[in-house]
């Protein structure tokens, strides 16, 4: 498949000034930044005899994928096959999947989905089987899920209790990374920071990059507020190269309550038999699609919105009327408790709903071992483009490749680290001191601009997108980056800001290079697909200043 380039200029290499004879040196054998499904199934397939570190800039417990609820897709049915899973991701992919890794991934699926039950995790069970539902854009039941609607939650519980029981692994949370190292144009660890220690040079043997999406970037998120794309800032600072960051993937339903924070509401809700219907009680999806509910995640989004704008109305509804409430009530406990704590009867009520930015289909390109462009450096989960998602991902399919470039990319960067002799000098790297880019002492206010931020790329980098708006965004993104992407901040929410902003330039960047519709990319002002623009959009750093 071919690709175009796309070249970003870049304020600066590295986010903050330093001089390496005033930080501390740590030396470790493999570094795993982030402690989500990747990060954690990285670590564990680093060879014991190997130092770990893992670091995570919040606690262990807090990552996309402890919120993931549909649950993890596989062929465990025997009256499925691997064959349909697949022809379901082409499909809901839209030309830009990759098929020898979706088959790759496909086919490793049901072997990782006992793994994690080897480890602990507890999976819902019908008659000792386990309980698998559907989803949209599934052409069988195949999505194994916990707790009813908290499989992410149990799958990580599980998980993280491996790893902290095993001894190779040294686990940092509250730790942020600020930057890759490199040296030679290799990949050498990272530079943290956390609230106790400061700033520490962590050198690695090999790193492994698992630091998830980049929901936050928009006003309306089902992702936690830490997912600011700091692992697609501070590669492409390093001089990775990113592809398809026009991609962004808005989840159809989210719970829309003014002045509440929003809260996903399952593709599996709709695969139990929910309704779609607007504020007139008209089920519409079938007006845009025959599958109805259950047409995958783009075109669902892309027809509430026109609906939405048909009708007036800010929000359309999820209706469970119909389906019987003790089963609802059963199979979606979570939802439907914060469902409640709103005065909503998720079995009985119309549930107000609306899409917003799930998760982050671009990222950093990798090849099928998890290796990217940057020796030394490997990467997995929601941070990568691997291919199996091309311009959609199908529900269910990212913690599986999680799991599978998790496994992928710590077997690998233990295989190269048990290569490389012990080393405990510092490489030569020079001071940082920015010295010659203007500062001033007027303080930014940061949360204004980073909800500034948020609301443009909602506006004009959301689901539906044109010339005029993205052109406009871009202006605005480079104005504000800057005075905003020069300064020395000096705290974990100035470089997410920083982060944020990157990668909101990138996004807006490529997303006006795609002059087509295709997947989750809707131009408005080019509506139809294009077979001539049936590529890639890679993205690298064109200059970066010190």
Known sequence: ???????????????????????????????????????????????????????????????????????????????????????????????LCHKDIVELVIREAPERIRELISYGAEFDTVGGELALTLEGGHSHPRVAHALGDATGMEVMRAMNRKASEAAHIDLWPKTFTIDLLTVDEVCRGALVWNPSHGRTFVWAKQTILCTGGAGAIYRETTNPQIATADGHALALRAGCELRDMEFMQFHPTVLYIAGSSRHLISEAVRGEGAHLVDCNGHRFMADYSEAGELAPRDVVSQAITQQMARTSHPCVYLDLSHVAADHVRHRFPHIRKVCADFGLDLARDRVPVRPGAHYMIGGITTDQEG?????????????????????????????????????????????????????????????????GHPQTDEALDLTDIRNSLRSLMWRSVGISRNAHDLTAARQQLDFWAGYVCRRDLTEPAGWELQNMMLVGQVMAAAALERQESRGVHLRSDFPAADEAQRNHICVRAESIEA
């Open 1 to 95: 498949m071919t690709a175009r380039l796309l070249q970003i200029p870049v304020l600066r290499r590295y986010l903050v000034p330093f001089d390496p004879k005033r930080v501390p040196h740590l030396f470790t054998d493999v570094l795993v930044i982030g402690g989500g499904i990747a990060g954690i199934r990285a670590a564990l397939a680093v060879d014991p005899s190997l130092r770990t570190v893992v670091v995570t800039k919040d606690s262990l417990q807090h990552s996309n994928s402890a919120y993931a609820q549909g649950g993890i897709a596989g062929v465990l049915d025997p009256l499925d096959d691997f064959s349909s899973h697949v022809s379901d991701t082409l499909s809901a992919g839209k030309g």
């Open 371 to 435: 290796r990217t462009s940057l020796s030394g450096l490997w990467a997995a989960g929601e941070v990568t483009s691997t291919g199996l998602h091309g311009a959609n991902r199908l529900a269910s399919n990212s913690l599986l490749e999680g799991v599978v470039f998790g496994l992928r990319c710590g077997r690998n960067a233990s295989d190269a680290a048990i290569q490389q002799a012990d080393d405990f000098t510092a490489p030569r790297i020079p001071s940082v001191s920015h010295q």
